[in-house]
C-alpha cells in the first residue's frame, strides 16, 4: 500500500474521470473485489486542491456542494481507506481529477508509482449527461437550455478555465490536453484509458482488463447488474422538487456522517437514481456540437489507436 508514514494508507490507483462516463459503477464494482479497497465515499476531490500555502486552496470554482463533500484534510484523506490483509489495491475516484490541470503534478508527488484510470465518452453525450446531471428544470425545456449553455461555452472559446457547475459541459470532453497532461505528469504506461461504450456494452471485459492493469485477481466475478447515477430528468414535478431537494442537501448529510456511513448513503442515492431520461438530442444540435470536438476526437484517437468514428457522428 501507498504510504508516507506508519500505519498511512493511500491510493496505489486513482479514477481521475471523466464525469459522467460510469465512474460511480466502476467505483462501487471495483470496491466488490476481495483484492481491491476503495475509499469509503466516492470522489473525495482531494488532490483538486492546492496545499502550496500550507491552506488547502480548491483548484475549482468553489462550488458548495463540490467542497461540502470533499476531504482536502490528509489525515481525513486517510482515513477513507481501510484495507483487509488481503487487499494489494487501494484506489478512490474523483472525476474531476481528469480535467483540473493542477492535480496531476500534485497526484505525481504525493503519490509515487501511482496507477490512473480514465473512462471517456463520446463528447457531446457525456455533455449532455452531464447537462442533465445539474439541470433542474423540467423535461420539455432541457434541450433547449442545453444548447443556450453549450452556446456561451463555445463563444468564451474552449481554452482551460477551472471548473464550475453548469458552464463546463463541452470543455471536459475535450480529452486530448488532460491526457497529455497525465501522460507527462506519471507516464503512459501508467495511465489505463478506457472507453465508456466499452464498460457499458461488455462491463465483465473491461473489468478485467483493469485487474490486469492493477495486479489482482482477473478471474473475480463482479456484480454489474446495476448502473449507478443515471442521468436524466424527472417528468413528475413532484418528484422532481423532491429530487432537487435531495441532491442540494446531500452532501452536507454525507459530510456531517462517519465516512462509512455517508459512503453509504452515497451508494444508496446513485443506486436508486431512475429518472426519466430526455429525449435524444435534434440532429441539427448535436452535429454542430460534434464538429466542434472533431479535432479533439482525432487527437485521442491518434493517441490512444482506438477507432472513434462512433464519436464524429
Given at each position: 500500500?501507498?504510504?508516507?508514514?506508519?500505519?498511512?494508507?493511500?491510493?496505489?490507483?486513482?479514477?481521475?474521470?471523466?464525469?459522467?462516463?460510469?465512474?460511480?459503477?466502476?467505483?462501487?464494482?471495483?470496491?466488490?473485489?476481495?483484492?481491491?479497497?476503495?475509499?469509503?465515499?466516492?470522489?473525495?476531490?482531494?488532490?483538486?486542491?492546492?496545499?502550496?500555502?500550507?491552506?488547502?486552496?480548491?483548484?475549482?470554482?468553489?462550488?458548495?456542494?463540490?467542497?461540502?463533500?470533499?476531504?482536502?484534510?490528509?489525515?481525513?484523506?486517510?482515513?477513507?481507506?481501510?484495507?483487509?490483509?488481503?487487499?494489494?489495491?487501494?484506489?478512490?475516484?474523483?472525476?474531476?481529477?481528469?480535467?483540473?490541470?493542477?492535480?496531476?503534478?500534485?497526484?505525481?508527488?504525493?503519490?509515487?508509482?501511482?496507477?490512473?484510470?480514465?473512462?471517456?465518452?463520446?463528447?457531446?453525450?457525456?455533455?449532455?449527461?452531464?447537462?442533465?446531471?445539474?439541470?433542474?428544470?423540467?423535461?420539455?425545456?432541457?434541450?433547449?437550455?442545453?444548447?443556450?449553455?453549450?452556446?456561451?461555452?463555445?463563444?468564451?472559446?474552449?481554452?482551460?478555465?477551472?471548473?464550475?457547475?453548469?458552464?463546463?459541459?463541452?470543455?471536459?470532453?475535450?480529452?486530448?490536453?488532460?491526457?497529455?497532461?497525465?501522460?507527462?505528469?506519471?507516464?503512459?504506461?501508467?495511465?489505463?484509458?478506457?472507453?465508456?461504450?466499452?464498460?457499458?456494452?461488455?462491463?465483465?471485459?473491461?473489468?478485467?482488463?483493469?485487474?490486469?492493469?492493477?495486479?489482482?485477481?482477473?478471474?473475480?466475478?463482479?456484480?454489474?447488474?446495476?448502473?449507478?447515477?443515471?442521468?436524466?430528468?424527472?417528468?413528475?414535478?413532484?418528484?422532481?422538487?423532491?429530487?432537487?431537494?435531495?441532491?442540494?442537501?446531500?452532501?452536507?448529510?454525507?459530510?456531517?456522517?462517519?465516512?462509512?456511513?455517508?459512503?453509504?448513503?452515497?451508494?444508496?442515492?446513485?443506486?436508486?437514481?431512475?429518472?426519466?431520461?430526455?429525449?435524444?438530442?435534434?440532429?441539427?444540435?448535436?452535429?454542430?456540437?460534434v464538429a466542434h470536438t472533431t479535432a479533439d476526437v482525432k487527437a485521442v484517437a491518434q493517441r490512444t489507436g482506438w477507432d472513434l468514428s462512433a464519436w464524429q457522428r
Amino acid at each position: 500500500m501507498q504510504a508516507d508514514g506508519p500505519g498511512v494508507t493511500l491510493p496505489t490507483f486513482l479514477i481521475l474521470g471523466a464525469a459522467r462516463s460510469g465512474t460511480t459503477s466502476l467505483h462501487y464494482y471495483l470496491g466488490g473485489h476481495p483484492e481491491i479497497c476503495m475509499s469509503s465515499i466516492k470522489e473525495p476531490n482531494h488532490f483538486a486542491f492546492d496545499r502550496s500555502g500550507g491552506v488547502a486552496v480548491p483548484l475549482i470554482d468553489p462550488d458548495p456542494r463540490i467542497l461540502a463533500k470533499s476531504v482536502p484534510d490528509r489525515r481525513r484523506y486517510e482515513q477513507l481507506f481501510a484495507p483487509e490483509p488481503a487487499v494489494r489495491a487501494v484506489g478512490e475516484a474523483s472525476p474531476l481529477y481528469l480535467y483540473v490541470k493542477e492535480t496531476p503534478g500534485i497526484v505525481a508527488e504525493a503519490l509515487d508509482g501511482v496507477r490512473c484510470i480514465a473512462v471517456l465518452r463520446h463528447p457531446v453525450d457525456r455533455a449532455y449527461s452531464h447537462f442533465l446531471h445539474v439541470y433542474r428544470g423540467d423535461a420539455e425545456h432541457a434541450e433547449e437550455a442545453f444548447r443556450a449553455a453549450a452556446e456561451v461555452e463555445i463563444a468564451h472559446g474552449s481554452g482551460y478555465t477551472a471548473y464550475k457547475t453548469g458552464t463546463h459541459l463541452l470543455r471536459l470532453g475535450l480529452y486530448a490536453d488532460q491526457i497529455a497532461r497525465w501522460d507527462e505528469a506519471i507516464g503512459p504506461d501508467r495511465l489505463l484509458l478506457l472507453r465508456f461504450e466499452d464498460l457499458e456494452a461488455d462491463p465483465d471485459a473491461t473489468l478485467r482488463k483493469v485487474c490486469a492493469f492493477l495486479g489482482v485477481d482477473e478471474d473475480h466475478r463482479f456484480d454489474t447488474s446495476v448502473v449507478y447515477n443515471r442521468s436524466g430528468v424527472t417528468r413528475n414535478a413532484t418528484l422532481r422538487r423532491l429530487r432537487a431537494t435531495a441532491t442540494r442537501v446531500q452532501p452536507w448529510v454525507k459530510a456531517a456522517l462517519p465516512a462509512r456511513a455517508g459512503g453509504a448513503l452515497g451508494r444508496l442515492r446513485a443506486r436508486n437514481e431512475r429518472p426519466s431520461l430526455a429525449d435524444a438530442l435534434d440532429p441539427e444540435l448535436r452535429a454542430s456540437l460534434v464538429a466542434h470536438t472533431t479535432a479533439d476526437v482525432k487527437a485521442v484517437a491518434q493517441r490512444t489507436g482506438w477507432d472513434l468514428s462512433a464519436w464524429q457522428r
